[in-house]
């Protein structure tokens, strides 16, 4: 925090440099965690989180008392976010199974030749050392980089194929996820609001109660109370905005 005080009051590369160094855990936690979610190497996601964390620093405020971990994650997550949305014009095929299809490749030739005959999916995943189910997948994926069927089927289970649309993820889940980091960055925004004004904020809007009643709570008058909410939420949108911003792009 002092290093953060004193990079607010007198801007330098080499102090912002120390509090990037202090927060790398920061970065790679969270690009490690998206890494599992696309095929872009960790190492690329590292490095663009790290300009995530750059913008959180330069526009931090100590003053405000929010805790920087919250304030920084969604810059850096924006940004790493804001990066694969560019580079998402295609289907992509996780590295792994771009290893394990050329090595597929090399075991069927060489099965071929010591077997008389075409291998089969059983033979050529124990020789890779993966399930048979995966290396369908596998094979399913190659055939159809450029554009995947929902129809397609990748596996069986019993009696009943199993489609590549039976294993889109559950949209209600999504929808919650997603309103679990808008309430992260909400959080985020409301600590750095004056205390008072949170409160103004939190009694009107959480609590349902009035003006009057919230004067009553915090020692201003009606007016007073009107005018912090109405600077709190401009102060929320403007730190929000970029994070939108971001997003959208």
Known sequence: ???LVGYH????????NQIV???TGLVRKIAHRLSH???E????LEQIGYLGLIRAIER???SHGCAFSSFAVPYIRGEILHYLRDRSGTVKIPRRWQELQKQGQRVREKLTKSLGRQPSDREIAEALDISVSEWQDIRLSSQNRSLLSLDATISHQADSPLTLGDTLPDLHMQTLQSWEEDRHQ???AMSQLEDKTRAAIEYVYYRDM???EVSECIGVSPMTVTRRIQRGIQQMVTTLQPLETAEAN
Do not use: G, H
């Open 41 to 44: 190497p960790y190492e690329d």
């Open 60 to 62: 931090f405020d100590p």
């Open 210 to 212: 009035s003006r009057k």
């Open 21 to 23: 160094q202090i927060n």
């Open 9 to 16: 009051q007198n801007p330098s590369v080499a102090v912002r």
């Open 37 to 39: 979610q696309c095929s």
């Open 186 to 188: 909400l959080q985020a």
């Open 1 to 3: 925090m002092a290093l």
